[in-house]
């Protein structure tokens, strides 16, 4: 049996966005993706594959096994109707700015998302994939999450397991609970979440406060995860599933 290919999305950037790189090509756009997802996948028996903005969404998913919505910088909010939440500080050039909303981008993972539901292939989203899943969908997002007794925007670095403070608790019967029991510790770095879950999409498991932490649609291979599992300490079940033979939930 080959090796399942595994797509993963990334950011882009200027070059001079990078110390230490020759001057020469300070004015040569990079892609940028974290090498963790490659590490992650390969160690579970798949074929990581990098995709740029160029690499035609519905082409790529005819060749492609599963498909990874990496993190990122924030969704446009004008993608899910919350153009009154528009940050000027981030309505710039993303190119300049990691931090900026990246319309290119947006089009792009959404486009991709589309595409990988009609093709019927695994679909995981992480952090601003879990959102770009939603948003794809038509479901809207929190803008900022108010401060709680649960950190979502952990000042730790990756890789991390995660404080005890954000426990997610997961429903049983679903996809999340076969991969994570009915609770786990996972890492977290953000400040959005979903809000109103676009169509198909159920909610799978929550931290206590509330905040969806993974989204699935039932009998279809389809995950989104609030946290990053290619930064979880100990590593994370998930990339089992991402590369596992027919990709079903009921293999977990």
Same mark, same amino acid.
């Given at each position: 049996m080959?090796?399942?290919?595994?797509?993963?999305?990334?950011?882009?950037?200027?070059?001079r966005?990078?110390?230490g790189?020759?001057?020469?090509?300070?004015n040569?756009q990079?892609?940028n993706?974290?090498?963790?997802?490659?590490?992650?996948?390969?160690?579970?028996?798949?074929?990581p594959? !990098?995709?740029?903005f /160029?690499?035609?969404?519905?082409? #790529?998913v005819?060749? &492609? =096994? %599963?498909?990874?919505?990496?993190?990122?910088?924030?969704?446009?909010?004008?993608?899910?109707?919350?153009?009154?939440?528009?940050?000027?500080?981030?309505?710039?050039?993303?190119?300049?700015?990691?931090s900026?909303?990246? !319309?290119?981008?947006? /089009?792009?993972?959404?486009?991709? #998302?589309?595409?990988? &539901? =009609? %093709?019927g292939?695994?679909?995981?989203g992480?952090?601003?994939?879990?959102?770009?899943?939603?948003v794809a969908?038509?479901?809207?997002?929190?803008?900022?999450?108010?401060?709680?007794?649960?950190?979502?925007?952990?000042?730790?670095?990756?890789?991390?397991?995660?404080?005890?403070?954000?426990?997610?608790?997961?429903?049983?019967?679903?996809?999340?609970?076969?991969?994570?029991?009915?609770?786990?510790?996972r890492?977290?770095?953000?400040?959005?979440?979903?809000?109103r879950?676009?169509?198909?999409?159920?909610v799978?498991?929550?931290?206590?406060?509330?905040?969806?932490?993974?989204?699935?649609?039932?009998?279809r291979?389809?995950?989104?995860?609030?946290?990053?599992p290619?930064w979880?300490?100990?590593?994370?079940?998930?990339?089992?599933?991402?590369?596992?033979?027919?990709?079903?939930?009921?293999?977990?």
């Open positions: 080959t090796a399942p290919l595994v797509g993963v999305t990334g950011r882009r950037g200027n070059g966005l990078s110390l790189r020759d001057g020469r090509f300070a040569v990079f892609d993706h974290a090498v963790d997802f490659a590490w992650s996948i390969a160690a579970a028996g798949g074929i594959v !990098h995709l740029p /160029e690499a035609p969404a519905r082409e #790529v005819r060749r &492609l =096994d %599963a498909v990874v919505i990496a993190g990122g910088q924030d969704v446009d909010p004008r993608r899910w109707r919350g153009d009154d939440h528009v940050d000027p500080s981030l309505a710039t050039d993303p190119r300049e700015n990691l900026a909303y990246d !319309h290119e981008r947006d /089009e792009y993972e959404i486009e991709l #998302v589309r595409a990988a &539901l =009609d %093709a292939i695994r679909l995981l992480v952090c601003r994939g879990h959102q770009i899943l939603n969908l038509g479901g809207t997002l929190i803008p900022d999450l108010p401060p709680g007794d649960v950190r979502h925007d952990s000042p730790l670095f990756a890789p991390h397991g995660g404080t005890p403070d954000h426990e997610v608790a997961f429903e049983p019967g679903t996809l999340a609970h076969r991969l994570y029991g009915p609770r786990a510790v890492n977290s770095w953000h400040h959005q979440a979903i809000d879950c676009g169509v198909g999409l159920v799978t498991g929550r931290t206590r406060d509330g905040v969806i932490e993974s989204v699935e649609m039932p009998m291979p389809v995950l989104g995860v609030q946290w990053h290619e979880q300490a100990g590593g994370d079940p998930v990339f089992a599933w991402l590369t596992s033979k027919n990709g079903s939930a009921d293999e977990f």
